[in-house]
């Protein structure tokens, strides 16, 4: 795939939080990868978790419904 086929689905403010989700996610067999921007020292930024276009909305939905 190229760069351009992958689509963030979530933005989390702690890495665990991300790395649940992609569990989740895996669960419905949606391969996602998680983008760490946080800066180590200051604590600041986002975790990114990011999927294949094609599986971008159903992500999403999953996402979304988590708590349900």
């Known amino acids: 795939m190229e760069n351009n086929d ?9 890495l665990y939080e991300a790395e649940l989700i ?12 998680i983008i760490n921007k946080r800066d180590s ?3 600041f930024g986002e975790v990114e978790i990011y999927v294949a276009a094609a599986d971008a ?3 999403k939905e999953i996402i ?3 708590d349900e």
Do not use: M, P, S
């Not at 992958?6 to 702690?14: E, L, R, S, T």
């Not at 992609?22 to 990868?33: K, N, P």
């Open 57 to 59: 909305e159903k992500a």
């Open 64 to 66: 979304a419904n988590r």
């Open 6 to 14: 992958f689509i963030k689905v979530y933005g989390a403010a702690k």
């Open 22 to 33: 992609v569990g989740l996610l895996a669960c419905d067999d949606i391969e996602a990868t």
């Open 41 to 43: 020292q200051c604590l």
